[in-house]
């Protein structure tokens, strides 16, 4: 995606009345300017397709709506 991509995703997810969760890497463009007053928080991750290319990553997920208390991967016991 281009700048003006990203900058024309932003209007419309800024706008939008629903629940919005991005998922992406960190980006200055995202926090500072197109997402300043959402929601982020960030998860350690996996990338490749094998163990000759696989590497570690940080995912951030950013959203409109507060998320939940713990952390998004919590599981409860039954």
């Not at 490749?48 to 990553?57: D, F, H, S």
């Amino acid at each position: 995606m281009t700048e003006a991509d990203h900058r024309d995703l932003a209007g419309a997810l800024c706008k939008a009345k629903a629940a919005v969760v991005l998922s992406g890497y960190a980006s200055e463009l995202y926090d500072a300017e197109l997402y300043p007053g959402w929601q982020r928080t960030t998860f350690s991750s996996g990338t490749g397709q094998n163990a000759e290319t696989w590497g570690n990553r940080t995912e951030v997920l950013w959203s409109n709506r507060p998320f939940p208390q713990g952390t998004l991967f919590d599981v409860e016991a039954s």
